[in-house]
């Protein structure tokens, strides 16, 4: 590398050299030569970090499972590229316009820089003619390391701190970078207009091509404009632009870089913009109909650890789990029920994947567009994946019949069925009826596919409400047991402390996306998973980032889930409140599903779930003022609704689920458990963690129950029982894991001087 002397003893020999100290003009400038050196390396140390290894914040692209790209999130829509993927006729564009001598000269502009210095000294403007270097230097000051306006305004300031500083750090590249990668920050740190940073945006923007395979016309347009990208904007001013390009074109064949015949055939070149430009949309509304899913996609990240300013400079790649063709099928069937300018009516469908480690979220539709058109009465709010505030009606009755098969129940036991008018114990005052006519017993089975509310009500007399209220947040349900603010009740606890027998009949806020990992949950027998939209996350060099994802849990035993399947299978059958949905939809798989609708009729809802694939879908009033909904084609607001869950919310579901299950395999659901057919109490699982490995197992051997065994680092002793899932209440024959001590785990570090 080379080598030179320092800042200050360069300035002096080229003061002296010039004849500046001879007429007397640098004599004031010297005495704090050495002051301004100093604040110089100041600035040099302050900018090291990202100017001298060339990181810049570039754009994070959304994908769907397939990798291709769904969004863009960006602060400057920049792709950092190496200079193997830059053509040589930009580079050569580049040089012959800013700096011929690039790679023959040092870094530091001495000339200019003395310039400045005497111009400071007798109240004249400081000038620029900076080496390329040094335009890297200050284009990085301006578009990275600056964060604010005031930090943009003072990287540009024409003052002479700014141009000292710059000249200093130019120098420390000059010694420490190769020629050619300094070349090529430069082309991905600069500004090319209308929000194109860098090259590789550029050749994008502007001609639809990337950095290697621009042409000597594109490429001369592209290094004319970094003096002024407003001045030579080739779209507003292209009489300008074309002048300036066919400047730098001269510049390059003087500079041999191309011959005479080359530069007359690019001279005579159109533009050749590829119009109109190719600019990338930044945010969740350049994903068009998945905007919803990206939506969900920011705030599930945001939650795991990596936030939107970190996306919007880190240059990740998110590939998501959002299905393209399931994604298209979802929203044709939300548009299909429901027109998306349709006033007051929204309808809405997530789906989600089963798994015993994941719960992978395939779409999230709705029928409103994701945008701020307000007359096309598009939004940004994230319909699928946040709770409405009307409620899902009598879904909910999933989670009495859940609790009742936890405290012993079967799905084959007789329960009674109140007449209307039926006044619940647990809450005064609270009087329930029916929608028809039912027999006064039916099987729990029966009632979960005709929906009697009296029967529900009464079953939580036999449950209690909590255990209901539970059973929800365990299943699903988790933003019910979220609150609000600091010292304020969740939705769960103000339920319970209420006694409000109402919970069954489903009246709190649900989203669709919720409702759809219930399902999940009990088609992954019982094991539950966030609602995960991501698959991987990986930075620039291609690295995995970690997710903090929540970890699964076995939130009910596998055969009670796997029963309450079973429970939930008449309801596309004849006689169950979604058969005429099922039957028009041609529907043919087994199915555990559930219907739901307000007392109101102002929203209602759907949940089902194949071995394969789960769903629901959410119809209401979108309105600041809701209304009860009347189904037609198309549902409307209306005095007296009649909408219920069979109608518009199973339409949707199965209208989406047929072509998105398509031609997979039929599969059976999950073989139910006798004791959760006919009822039989749970056995409670044996406390043992404290104890060692061999006298848990047997301990829990001897109740009935299959042990599994894992190890975990841990302070604890060796083979001392550290965790227990599940706890609680179990089945006999059903696993429980123990996860015992490694005992490698030290004690914590001592403080420094002890």
């Given amino acids: 590398m080379r080598r030179s002397m320092t800042l200050g003893a360069r300035l002096l020999a080229i003061g002296v050299v010039g004849g500046v100290l001879l007429a007397g003009l640098l004599y004031p400038v010297v005495g704090g030569l050495g002051q301004l050196a100093g604040q110089a390396v100041n600035g040099v140390e302050a900018t090291t970090p990202g100017v001298l290894d060339g990181e810049m914040p570039s754009v994070t692209t959304i994908t769907d499972d397939a990798g291709a790209p769904l969004a863009y999130l960006y602060d400057q829509n920049r792709q950092s590229v190496a200079s193997n993927q830059i053509s040589t006729a930009m580079k050569a564009a580049i040089v012959a316009i800013e700096d011929r001598r690039f790679f023959v000269e040092s870094g530091l502009d001495a000339r200019g820089v003395v310039r400045a210095l005497v111009n400071n000294s007798t109240g004249g403007a400081t000038q620029g003619a900076s080496t390329l270097t040094e335009q890297y230097v200050k284009n990085y000051d301006e578009y990275v390391a600056a964060q604010t306006p005031a930090e943009q305004l003072r990287a540009t300031a024409p003052n002479l701190g700014r141009k000292v500083r710059e000249a200093e750090v130019a120098e420390q590249l000059d ?10 920050w430069y082309l991905n740190v600069v500004s090319f207009g209308n929000q194109a940073f860098g090259v590789q945006a550029a050749a994008r923007t502007y001609f639809d091509t990337t950095a290697d395979r621009l042409t000597v016309p594109q490429a001369a347009l592209l290094a004319g404009m970094v003096q002024s990208p407003a001045a030579y904007d080739p779209v507003r001013h292209p009489g300008a632009a074309t002048g300036r390009r066919n400047v730098v074109i001269d510049q390059m064949a003087q500079q041999g870089d191309i011959t005479p015949a080359q530069a007359a055939e690019a001279t005579a070149a159109p533009l050749g913009l590829d119009q109109p430009l190719h600019g990338l949309t930044e945010g969740c509304i350049g994903a068009g109909d998945a905007g919803f899913f990206c939506s969900y996609v920011l705030d599930y990240l945001g939650r795991a650890g990596i936030d939107a300013d970190e996306l919007r400079r880190g240059g990740y790649t998110v590939r998501t789990t959002m299905n393209r063709a399931a994604m298209d099928q979802a929203k044709a069937a939300v548009d299909a029920e429901v027109p998306p300018t349709q006033p007051h009516v929204a309808d809405v469908l997530s789906v989600v994947a089963p798994g015993a480690d994941s719960h992978r979220v395939t779409a999230m539709a709705a029928n409103r567009g994701y945008g701020l ?25 999933i989670f009495t019949s859940s609790a009742y098969l936890a405290q012993g129940g079967g799905v084959d036991n007789v329960i009674p069925v109140p007449g209307n008018g039926y006044a619940s114990p647990l809450t005064p005052g609270f009087v329930v009826s029916n929608d028809g006519d039912y027999p006064p017993q039916m099987t729990l089975q029966d009632a979960l596919a005709q929906s009697p509310n009296t029967a529900f009500v009464k079953l939580e007399e036999t449950t209690g409400i909590a255990p209901v209220v539970d059973m929800a947040v365990k299943l699903g349900l988790r933003s019910l047991a ?10 769960a606890d103000e339920v319970k402390n209420q ?5 069954t009949l489903g009246p709190t806020p649900t989203s669709s996306l919720e409702l759809a ?24 060099a291609g690295q995995t980032v970690p997710v903090n994802n929540a970890a699964c849990e076995q939130v009910v035993p596998g055969p009670l889930a796997d029963t309450e399947m079973t429970g939930l299978s008449k309801d596309d059958q004849p006689g169950g409140t979604s058969v005429a949905a099922a039957t028009a939809a041609g529907w043919n798989r087994p199915t555990a599903a559930k219907t739901g609708t307000t007392q109101t009729s102002e929203s209602g809802a759907f949940v089902a779930a194949t071995p394969s694939l789960a769903a629901a879908a959410i119809t209401f009033d979108d309105s600041s003022t809701p209304r009860p909904i009347c189904t037609g084609s198309p549902p409307t607001t209306c005095g007296t609704g009649n909408l219920f869950g069979g109608t518009t919310p199973a339409q949707t579901w199965y209208r989406a ?12 659901l999950p073989a139910p458990d006798p004791r959760f057919l006919t009822g039989g109490r749970l056995t409670t699982i044996p406390a043992v963690i404290g104890d060692p490995v061999d ?14 065994t894992a190890t975990a680092d841990s302070r604890a002793p060796a083979g001392t029982v550290i965790g227990e899932n599940p706890l609680g209440g179990g089945v006999e024959g059903q696993t429980i894991t123990v996860t015992t001590s490694t005992g490698r785990l030290g004690p914590p570090p001592r403080a420094p001087g002890t």
């Fill in 373 to 397: 058109d307000a007359a096309q009465r598009q939004t940004t709010y994230d319909l699928p994946g946040t709770p409405e505030n009307l409620g899902a009606g009598s879904v909910y009755k």
């Fill in 517 to 540: 990992n219930v399902g999940a949950t009990l088609a992954s027998h019982g094991m539950w998973c966030p609602p995960n939209p991501v698959q991987s996350v990986t930075d620039p």
């Fill in 499 to 503: 006694h409000q027998a109402s919970f």
């Fill in 695 to 708: 006298q848990a197992t047997s301990e829990l051997r001897d109740a009935g129950f299959v042990v599994a």
């Fill in 175 to 184: 010694h420490t970078v190769p020629k050619d990668q300094i070349l090529t």
């Fill in 657 to 668: 689920m047929t072509p998105i299950l398509g031609s997979t395999p039929v599969q059976p």
């Fill in 482 to 491: 979220e609150a609000p603010g600091p010292g304020q009740q969740s939705i």
